[in-house]
């Protein structure tokens, strides 16, 4: 799998956009991005994933570059409790069987 | 969404008992759980991956003696900490994947060890 880069930490204010980048510049082709979060003391939650389109649901959005190396996960309007680790992972499609593995993430700290 | 619990949520054991967690996926089929183990401060560490009716596959440096995992059914894997030592201390999470065709991950709530 392609190994992927995320800031140590981030801040944000509350009610603001958070965007959060993730590089993967060794991505391929059929390689999936997917986004967790884990909030202290609780498992991992499944957020958002994409291939080169661009996502959105009801959590946040997910921005693919066109050449596919990078990505940014905006969380629209960020509430005291989007503070959370979060991962960025990069997965083949035929991996769906597999683990997800886990690196050190971005704790975003969300402040009144 | 779909819905993984664990149980306990937290157990304090001392050492040199066994402790048992189960892992449940409560509105799906998991042919496939996942076992891993948090420290502080830490990222998830897999430990063991869980296949329905076969022998788990564990990660390099993880014993399988120790750490034993059994999947007897599509919805349930415990995982059994026998003859526990503090190090063992951690937080546990296990994971499924919904085998009816979508592909992400669910986790559980995780549970907390603590050996004394």
């Known amino acids: 799998d392609a190994k992927t880069t995320q800031p140590t930490s981030m801040d944000c204010a509350e009610g603001r956009a958070a965007n959060l980048p993730c590089n993967h510049s060794?991505?391929?082709?059929?390689?999936?991005v997917y986004w967790y979060r884990q909030i202290h003391s609780q498992g991992p939650q499944y957020i958002i994933h994409?291939?080169?389109n661009n996502e959105t649901n009801e959590m946040a959005s997910l921005i693919i570059t066109e050449d596919r190396k990078s990505s940014t996960l905006i969380l629209p309007h960020a509430t005291l409790r989007d503070t959370a680790v979060y991962y960025c992972i990069v997965r083949r499609s035929n991996q769906a069987g597999t683990a997800l593995i886990f690196g050190k993430g971005t704790t975003l700290s969300v402040s009144s | 969404g779909a819905v993984v619990s664990q149980h306990p949520s937290w157990v304090i054991c001392k050492s040199g008992t066994s402790v048992k967690i189960e892992c449940r996926s409560l509105d799906f089929q998991a042919t496939t759980m996942f076992w891993y183990r948090q420290f502080p401060k830490q990222s998830l560490m897999l430990m063991a991956t869980?296949?329905?009716?076969?022998?788990?596959?564990?990660e390099q440096g993880v014993e399988k003696d120790k750490f034993l995992i059994n999947h007897a059914s599509l919805t349930l894997s415990t995982l059994t900490v026998t003859s526990a030592h503090p190090e063992d201390s951690s937080f546990y999470i296990c994971?499924?994947?919904?085998?009816?065709?979508?592909?992400?991950?669910?986790f559980g709530p995780g549970t907390r060890l603590t050996v004394t």
């Open positions: 060794t991505i391929s082709g059929n390689e999936y």
């Open positions: 994971s499924a994947r919904d085998t009816g065709g979508r592909y992400e991950q669910y």
């Open positions: 869980s296949n329905e009716g076969s022998k788990a596959t564990y």
């Open positions: 994409g291939l080169k």
